[in-house]
Nanobody
Framework: QVQLVESGGGLVQAGDSLRLSCAAS?????????????MGWFRQAPGKEREFVAA????????DYADSVKDRFTISRDNAENTVYLQMNSLKPEETAIYYC????????????????WGQGTRVTVSS
C-alpha cells in the first residue's frame, strides 16, 4: 500500500503562489519504488465534483494539465525523495479547494477513477 500526505496549503491572496507537496511512503516501495506510479493532483471545491488539475508520468518526462491551470501551474516530482509537487502561480479565488494528491501504477491519466491511492488533501483558500 501507498500512503500519500499533502502539505503546503494555506490562505493566500489572489495572484499569490503556493507550492504543494505530496510525500509518499509505504513498505511496498521495497518492491515497487515510487517511480512505479504516475502521480496526479486533483481539487474539489465545496459543493462541486473533484476535478483534474495536473499529472506527471513515472519519471517526470510527461506532464498533463487542465486547461484552466496550464501555464500557471507546474507539476514535478523527485523520485529520490518520494515526493510530488504542485507549484501554483497567479492563484485565483475560484481555485479555492481542497487539493488531493493521487497515484496509480503506470501511465498518466486525467481520470480520478484511474487512481487507486489518495491523500487526505490540503486546503487552499484564495481570497479576493
Amino acid at each position: 500500500q501507498v500512503q500519500l500526505v499533502e502539505s503546503g496549503g494555506g490562505l493566500v491572496q489572489a495572484g499569490d503562489s503556493l507550492r504543494l507537496s505530496c510525500a509518499a511512503s509505504g513498505r511496498t516501495f521495497s518492491t515497487y519504488p515510487f517511480s512505479t506510479y504516475a502521480m496526479g493532483w486533483f481539487r474539489q471545491a465545496p459543493g462541486k465534483e473533484r476535478e483534474f488539475v495536473a499529472a506527471v508520468s513515472r519519471f517526470g518526462g510527461t506532464t498533463d494539465y487542465a486547461d484552466s491551470v496550464k501555464d500557471r501551474f507546474t507539476i514535478s516530482r523527485d523520485n529520490a525523495e518520494n515526493t510530488v509537487y504542485l507549484q501554483m502561480n497567479s492563484l485565483k479565488p475560484e481555485e479555492t479547494a481542497i487539493y488531493y494528491c493521487a497515484g496509480r501504477p503506470g501511465s498518466v491519466s486525467v481520470l480520478s477513477d484511474d487512481y487507486g491511492y489518495w491523500g487526505q488533501g490540503t486546503r487552499v483558500t484564495v481570497s479576493s
